[in-house]
């Protein structure tokens, strides 16, 4: 199984002034991957702005994207003013919306600066990868789950604090987890910083409110997906250092929950925040 090459997903094809389309890698399987989805709607947004950055997006996911098809972003230009410039996206699958996003872009400034000090943990070459600690029990992990294990990715996860992940239990609601891009295909410019964190920012971001409950995305009691999702971008970083997503979950309730993310490089400076509700609904 090849590395998937993440380049090949970040880069849209424009069809009109202010409609794109997107790919979805073939193999896997389930529904479109969410960061996936906001990282080419946020690249769609980004064709039609010059000489600023997105410094934020919120997003609603509305259905799940079908991997078999494109995906058409279909781009609105708010306003442009002096400073901000504001976009609208929508993705749409089959005629019908998947996702409708809000993103705002800026152009360079410096002012006033303070940040919250980013938690000691072991650093990354201290921990084992997911992958291997998920390879290392994958005989006794239920098969439908062992290809999306075992597939080579372009990015690689090491978890402060991992689950045990074939007797799961309540564990705290501090998450933090270090990710690094391993894709080294990707020009380390603003622009695909804040894409490559896009993407990267969906992938851990809802087990901080499982795992209060002793739960993971391998339960079969449990139906969970994406919501929404926000990202608030603030300094630059380099694109294939590790990143620490230090996430936490002040609450679930009524099927759904909430999760914030820190972002910080390994040199202790937050870069960006993220924030996702998302549905955790137990079935029967």
């Known amino acids: 199984m090849g590395t998937v090459s993440l380049k090949s997903i970040l880069e849209i094809e424009q069809i009109d002034d202010l409609i794109f389309r997107g790919f979805t890698p073939q193999g896997g399987n389930g529904r479109v991957y969410g960061g996936q989805v906001i990282a080419q709607g946020l690249s769609a947004a980004s064709h039609t702005v010059e000489n600023r950055s997105c410094h934020s997006l919120h997003a609603y996911f509305l259905r799940p994207g079908d991997r078999s098809k494109p995906i058409i972003y279909d781009v609105d230009i708010a306003r442009d003013g002096r400073s901000f410039s504001s976009r609208r996206v929508t993705a749409i699958q089959n ?24 938690p000691d943990v072991p650093a990354p070459e201290n921990l084992k990868s997911l992958q291997e600690l998920q390879s290392d029990i994958i005989d006794k992990i239920p098969e439908e789950f ?7 990715r372009a990015y690689e996860v090491r978890p402060v604090t991992p689950m045990d992940y074939l007797n799961p239990k309540p564990i705290e609601t501090l998450n933090n987890v270090w990710i690094r891009l391993t894709d080294d295909t990707i020009p380390d410019n603003l622009d695909h910083q804040r894409l ?13 409110g499982l795992r209060v409950h002793g739960k993971d995305y391998m339960n079969t009691d449990l139906q969970t997906a994406s919501l929404d999702h ?30 914030f993310a820190s972002i910080y490089t390994r040199d202790g400076k937050l870069v960006a925040s993220a924030s996702q ?8």
């Open 277 to 284: 509700e998302g549905l955790m609904r137990e079935r029967g």
């Open 95 to 118: 005629g019908k919306q998947i996702l409708n996003m809000a993103l705002s872009f800026q152009v360079e400034e410096t002012g006033l600066e303070h940040a919250e000090e980013m």
């Open 146 to 152: 062992r290809e999306n294990i075992l597939r080579k």
């Open 196 to 208: 490559v964190l896009a993407y990267m920012s969906d992938l851990t971001l809802l087990d901080s």
């Open 230 to 259: 926000a990202l608030w971008f603030y300094h630059p970083y380099k694109i294939d250092d590790w990143l620490l997503f230090s996430q936490h979950s002040p609450v679930t309730g009524a099927g759904r929950g909430l999760n």
